[in-house]
């Protein structure tokens, strides 16, 4: 342990032990993953960043060894704890200047946003000198004043290469091009089972894989045209899942965006018109509909059906506003003979 921390303190880190852990110290080969508890303070006590709290839901830190992560002083400080240990890591600004930029990643996935929201093309100290505003007024005066921070870290799981599966974005083109079937294949799996959420999800993981490959090749270009002949049928089963959960805008915009670049595509249509016919888009639903059969005659019963069930709810609408329009002016009807009746009654009583 003393020899750690000569090491890191020649680095510029201080640790301190908190709580010692168990076992051996890990040899942490590129591919673990570390999943961890972590608060960030100034020198001065105060806290930017605690992943135990409410704010952060308690979540954990994950990081897969040798990804190259946007913070490299996380993984040295980590490789120097036993599973279970809780240190504390005081960090020259050498080591922390892209801090502000890790943890507006980290508070935009919390909040549902793209991680990468409001952060330039441009290498992360190219960002630093730019001066703009991360969105959080802590983090732009530490990005304006780079400073020491502290680091307190809770080591909870050490896990080898190959005892864990990869979340899509740890993992490399070639394996994402290799999870994509099987990821395909859970989300067909789920949806046999009724399990919507869990298949549109699968659906949606497959399609980012492909779509993250795809960003570094130029639009149609060979590469490209594959990858999106891959992603096509993907989308349109997650198109399914929304369908079948009433999302319906959500299959509108998807199967547009596939009609845009490929207009024979029946099952888009199909879906799009379903989809139209169910927020009352009965001009444009008849459209599509007529598309797909024009482009497939077997399916004209289909068509059919779906056309009598649409034709069906309108007229149950038309019925439901005619019953409420008569009810209303019925209503009214019998307030003006009251109001009239009331009148003549105080006439005749003068």
């Known amino acids: ?103 507006q990643s980290l508070r935009n996935i919390r909040a549902g946003k793209d991680p990468l929201e409001g952060q330039r093309h441009c290498c992360g100290i190219a960002q630093i000198h730019s001066h703009h505003s991360t969105g959080h007024h802590d983090l732009d005066q530490l990005q304006a004043n780079p400073q020491p921070l502290v680091f307190t870290l809770e080591l909870l799981q050490i896990l080898t290469p190959g005892s864990f599966q990869l979340d899509t974005w740890a993992m490399s083109d070639e394996e994402k091009l290799d999870a994509v079937p099987q990821i395909h294949e859970q989300g067909n799996a789920l949806f046999k089972q009724g399990d919507l959420v869990g298949a549109a999800e699968n659906y949606y993981n497959a399609i980012a894989c492909l779509k993250n490959l795809q960003m570094k090749e130029r639009p149609g270009d060979e590469s490209w045209i594959r990858l999106d002949t891959m992603i096509t049928p993907l989308l349109l089963n997650y198109c399914q899942c929304k369908l079948m959960q009433r999302q319906y805008y959500e299959v509108l915009d998807h199967c547009s965006s596939i009609l845009s670049k490929y207009d024979d595509n029946v099952k888009a249509y199909f879906k799009r018109g379903k989809a139209h016919a169910a927020v009352w888009n009965e001009k444009e639903a008849r459209a599509d509909f007529a598309r797909v059969v024009e482009l497939d005659p077997s399916l004209g019963q289909s068509v059919a059906r779906e056309l009598r069930a649409m034709e069906e709810r309108i007229r149950e609408k038309q019925k439901e506003e005619k019953g409420r329009y008569k009810n209303l002016f019925g209503a009214s009807a019998t307030a003006t003979s009251v109001r009239q009746s009331q009148s003549v009654l105080s006439t005749t009583n003068r």
């Open 1 to 103: 342990m003393e020899e750690i921390a000569v090491g890191l303190s020649a680095e510029g880190i201080q640790k301190k032990v908190i709580s010692s852990g168990r076992g051996e110290l890990s040899s942490f080969i590129d591919g673990t993953k570390v999943k961890f508890h972590y608060r960030t303070s100034l020198c001065d006590g105060t806290v930017l960043d605690d992943s135990r709290t409410v704010e952060c839901q308690n979540k954990p830190m994950e990081l897969i060894m040798g990804k190259k992560f946007k913070l490299p002083v996380w993984e040295r400080i980590v490789t120097t704890m036993r599973e279970g240990e809780i240190a504390e890591f005081t960090c020259d600004a050498k080591h922390t200047a892209l801090y502000p930029l890790v943890s």
